[in-house]
């Protein structure tokens, strides 16, 4: 089994900064695309930023130029630095990966969308 676990979370004054982490655990082989996610009080998980394996990164736009997201795949872990926090930005953030392969065959296990259990940051005015 493999699992997702974040830590970083808190409570922060806008202006603030955090860093996120979250590292994969278990039998692993390698971790395929790795992405953080929010979900605020009463709206729907949104995408917050993805890095491939070779490092590729994507950003929504609300977090441009705020959030840096980073990995370091001999450690299945990935960061996020969030910088010059706002009170919209409280959530639950969320790790996730489309794939996690257990082996390099093709034929070896392979655990498909795996969430953690999400950490909370709150961002005071």
């Known amino acids: 089994q493999v699992q997702l676990v974040e830590s970083g979370g808190g409570l922060v004054q806008a202006g603030g900064s955090l860093r996120l982490s979250c590292v994969a655990s278990?039998?692993?082989?390698?971790?395929?695309?790795m992405a953080w996610y929010r979900q605020a009080p009463g709206k729907q998980r949104e995408l917050v930023a993805d890095?491939?394996?070779?490092?590729?990164?994507t950003y929504a736009d609300p977090v441009k130029g705020r959030f840096t997201i980073s990995r370091d795949n001999a450690q299945n872990t990935v960061y996020l630095q969030l910088n010059s926090l706002k009170p919209e930005d409280t959530a639950v953030y969320y790790c996730?990966?489309?794939?996690?392969?257990?082996?390099?065959?093709?034929?070896?296990?392979?655990?498909?969308?795996?969430w953690g259990q999400g950490t909370p940051v709150t961002v005071s005015s």
């Open positions: 996730y990966t489309d794939q996690i392969y257990t082996g390099p065959k093709y034929t070896d296990t392979r655990y498909l969308e795996v």
């Open positions: 890095i491939t394996s070779a490092h590729s990164t």
């Open positions: 278990g039998n692993i082989f390698k971790v395929n695309t």
